[in-house]
Structures are given as structure tokens and as C-alpha cells.
């Protein structure tokens, strides 16, 4: 595999691409009138994923062009690197093998990355989460005073947080009665006391979500919860009676045992997990305990399942046919060719309310970079905003911009055909009302509305150009039977790889973060000014001493 990044403006599939795009009208109207088969050629089965890019805006050349691209930058070398264990996150000189996490038990052959064998140790953690898993949820797991555990409280951040919780409310209907989740990530104090102040100590749960036991926001939040269940438990002045409360009440996913233990947690009671997984990337890992114990081991590997089956997609679909590389270059098309700045994904499945937040840690994180993985500049645009609400309360707030703004939006809408909750309005069937809404959107975007149309609806002529829809606003639609564990960890696995290709075309390393480190250290810098230190606030810029100093003025 080479060292270096292929520059994907200098292949020939790149300029012919610009020249492409020089030369083409969208026209969908146009393309579907005369094309009777687009539909059908552009439409695929993923999985349990049912994928229509035939709205987007692509002809079959536009398609050739792209996959030709992906060949001519390597993506197919790349992912074997990746599939194999090869240092592809090269500014941290690790693996990138999030895609381990779900490979079966027995998979062959095995994979053995840097002397370790990684399914062994996969599936040993994964059994051990498993066996926590089901002592919590039959009630043998119990607090200090012998009461079974009804609140999980997760405390992470980032991909400690942002996975776990999009999942678990993604499948509240698998959560087991008598359990609840709760999630807490902010260092703001407010998210902590807001999540804990109805608890019961006696039957709360802690876990803390940190690789290295050192993340700021979750230590700082960790020592709150510590505290807050000394208080309720009245053990405040008595250290044994102190540890073993948090024995009981505290649990880490963590590889740092000699912190897990200064803390008081029993390293017996925390679950590992490897530098090759990135945050963002962990889910699907220990990190996903509170998710194990909510919907139990066997929906968990349901979950895995899902995961993996995109990932065999992925590493063996004929390119033109392969849904994730597919929906990357498109992506590609309509940041570097067609100008686009950000992109929507729209769930018509409130259970995914939280589904677009995690998605720009996925996307913005790994790919918002401007230096390749050799340390050269990029030669073109990268990344793009990812945003969105669900359904229909987004078409009551943004949908505006995307159907009559200026800019160019692709959207990704998102539904399931069976609701957890199939309700009736009198005789109209609720879901299906809510879904005319998603096809007729889609439909909407593609084809607008002429100056003729409206004028033929009885329009006043003073008006008709604000009621005129351009049409041609790509979208892609993702419809699934069900939202089942399966389904989501496909859904997952499809933006994971989406984002990869896109990171390969770049030439960029997807899978470090070296944009939220500066942040973090000047933070830690600036706190003793915070703090009231003089000599601190007299050493900050004009601006953050004057912010510090009204600040400390209010407070006071």
C-alpha cells in the first residue's frame, strides 16, 4: 500500500469529472421522463436496508466517472489495509479496526493484528459485558443495600456518550421493563444534577465511560456522582461503608485499571477496550455496556450482526452495486463538484431523533481535517456539515432552505414501514399518514413545481414566483422493515463507511482528532484565571481577560 495519499485532482477521473460537471444540466424530470429504468437501476438492497439513489443528481455517466475515481485512489486497497490491521490512522501509528468489534465468533480466517489475536480478545470482552449484562437485568447485581438495579447512568463523553445514548433511544421499545438509561456528558454541573435529583441511590448504577480514566469532563462528573451517592446513602464519614458503596454502585469501561482502582471501583468490574477503536467508532465496543444491559446480551449481538453485515457488503460488493462506496462518492460529487456545504439527514423514525447528532461526530470528526495523512496540505474541499431533526418537525422548521434556498442541500431521509407503536386516528392509520409525508417530500425536492403548474392552480400571477419549487434537490432514501437492533447497527455501519471513502478520496487520516486538542489544553490553561488567579487573567489576550473578568464580575 502506498505511503502517500493519491492526489485525486490529478487522476484522470477527477478532470474528466470537472469536465462532466461543466456540461451537465440536472434535469430528474427530464432523466426519469425518459429513462423508465432509472428507478430500478439505481435502487439497492443492502442488507435489510432498502436504498433508492435515483433522485440524486447523476446520470450513469456521472456514476462511471465516480466509481472510476474510487479506483483510480485506491479505496478498495485501502479498506483491505484497514480489514487486515495495517496502520492506516497514521498521525497515532494505530490499526483502524473498528470493524473487528463485530466479527462472529469463529470468523475465518482469524484475525492476529501486531501479535494480538483480536477476535479472542474481542469476544472475551464481549463476554464478560454479556455476563455483567444479565446479572444486572435478573436482579443477582444489586446495590449496597440489597436492592436490584432499576437506573444505568453512563458517564462519557463524545463517543462515550454520543454512540450510547443515540442507540438506546433508537431501541427503546428492546429496553427491559423496569430499566432506564440515563446518560450524563456536559461538565456544565446542571446535565449531572438534572439526571440524578429524582434517583434512588439504592438502585442507581454508575458507569464511567473513559479509555484512560483521565477525561476531564467525565472525571469531574464521576467525582460529582461519587459524591451525590455518599451524600443520599448517608456514608459520607465512614470509609469503609464508602467503598463499599462504590464497589457496588460504580462500574467502568476503561483499560486503565490502577485509576479504575484509586477511584474504588473494582478493576474485576471494568471492561477494556483497545486503542484501534476510535470514540466515535465505539458503540459497538464495551462502550456500549449501558446498551448491553438496557436491551441484554442477545439484541446486542443482533446489533453487532447488523454491523457486520454492511461491513461484508462493503469488503465484497461489485463497485457498482456497493451501497456504502456509492453514497461516498456521491458525496464527494456534491462537495468538490457541486459546491455543497453541508448535508441533511432527515429520520422519519422519531426513536432516531438523535440519530443526526451522531452523525456529525461521525463525519465532521473524522473527516474535517485540511492536512492529508503524509502531513501535505489537502488539494480540495473536505468534509461537509451534517445536520437534521426528524420528520415532520423539521419540515415545519428548515425544510424551507431545502426546497427554495440558494444552496444546494443533498438529504438522506430515513423510515421504517412497521412503527413500535402502530396507532389509529380514527380510521387513518397514523404511520402511514406520517410516511405520505416522507415519500411526498422526496418527490417534492426531485421535481418541484412549475410557474405553469402554479399559474394553473388559479394562482395570482403577483405570486407565482414564490410559490415556483426548482426541483432537482438530491435526496437518498433509506426505508427498513423495522427499526430492530440489526437495522441500527446497519444504519451505523453504512455511514461508517460512507465516511471512510470519502476520507480515502481526501487522502486524509478519518480516524484521528487532533482539532479538539488545542481547546482542551488552552482550557486547562486558562482555568486558574477562571478561578480567580490575578496573574493568570493579566497573562490571557485583551478579549479572553476582559470575557474572564465580566464573567467573574457577574459571578461574584
Known sequence: MSTQPIDATTTSAWQDLSE???????????????????????TFQLADLHVDLSKNLVTDDTVALLLRLADEVGVADRLQAMLRGDHINVTEDRAVLHTALRRPAGAQPALVVDGQDVDHDVQEVL????????????????????????????????????????????????????????FVSNIDPTDLA???????????????????????????????????????????DDDTARNEAVAKHFVAVSTALDKVAAFGIDPTNAFGFWDWVGGRYSVD????????????????????????????????????????????????????FLGAHTHAVLPYAQYLHRFPAYLQQLTMESNGKSVR??????????????????????????????????????????????????????????????????FAQTKALAFGKTADEVRAEGTDEAIVPAR???????????????????????????????TFVQGVVWGIDSFDQWGVELGKKLALEVAPAVQGDAAALESQDPSTKSLIATYLSLRS
Open 194 to 236: 438534572e439526571k440524578v435529583k429524582d434517583l434512588d441511590p439504592t438502585t442507581t448504577l454508575f458507569i464511567v465511560a473513559s479509555k484512560t480514566f483521565g477525561t476531564l469532563e467525565t472525571l469531574t462528573n464521576a467525582r460529582l456522582a461519587r459524591d451525590w451517592l455518599w451524600d443520599k446513602l448517608g456514608t459520607a
Open 373 to 438: 495523512w503524509d502531513g501535505e496540505a489537502v488539494t480540495t474541499t473536505t468534509g461537509e456539515v451534517f445536520w437534521g431533526e426528524p420528520g415532520t418537525n423539521g419540515q415545519h422548521a428548515f425544510y424551507q432552505l431545502i426546497h427554495q434556498g440558494t444552496r444546494l442541500i443533498p438529504a438522506d431521509f430515513i423510515a421504517v414501514a412497521n412503527p413500535a407503536h402502530p396507532l389509529k386516528d380514527g380510521d387513518t392509520d397514523v404511520h402511514s399518514l406520517f410516511l405520505a409525508n416522507f
Open 468 to 498: 415556483v419549487f426548482s426541483g432537482n434537490r438530491p435526496t437518498t432514501s433509506i426505508l427498513a422493515a423495522s427499526l430492530t437492533p440489526s437495522v441500527l447497527g446497519q444504519l451505523i455501519a453504512l455511514y461508517e463507511h460512507i
Open 20 to 42: 462532466h460537471e461543466s456540461t451537465l444540466t440536472p434535469d430528474l424530470r427530464g432523466w426519469f421522463a425518459d429513462d423508465p429504468g432509472r428507478a430500478e437501476r439505481l
Open 285 to 336: 465496543s464495551a462502550i456500549g455496556t449501558s446498551l448491553a444491559i438496557a436491551i441484554g446480551p442477545d439484541a446486542f449481538r443482533d446489533f453487532l450482526a447488523g454491523f457486520h453485515a454492511v461491513d461484508e457488503h462493503f469488503a465484497t460488493a461489485p463497485a457498482e452495486r456497493n451501497v456504502p462506496l456509492l453514497m461516498g462518492l456521491l458525496n464527494v460529487w456534491y462537495v468538490n
Open 127 to 182: 463476554e464478560k459485558v454479556s455476563a455483567f449484562a444479565d446479572q444486572v437485568r435478573s436482579g443477582a447485581w444489586t446495590g449496597v443495600t440489597g436492592e436490584r438495579v432499576k437506573t444505568i447512568v453512563n458517564i462519557g463523553i463524545g463517543g462515550s456518550d454520543l454512540g450510547p445514548v443515540m442507540a438506546y433511544e433508537a431501541l427503546k421499545p428492546y429496553v427491559q421493563d423496569g430499566l432506564e438509561v440515563r
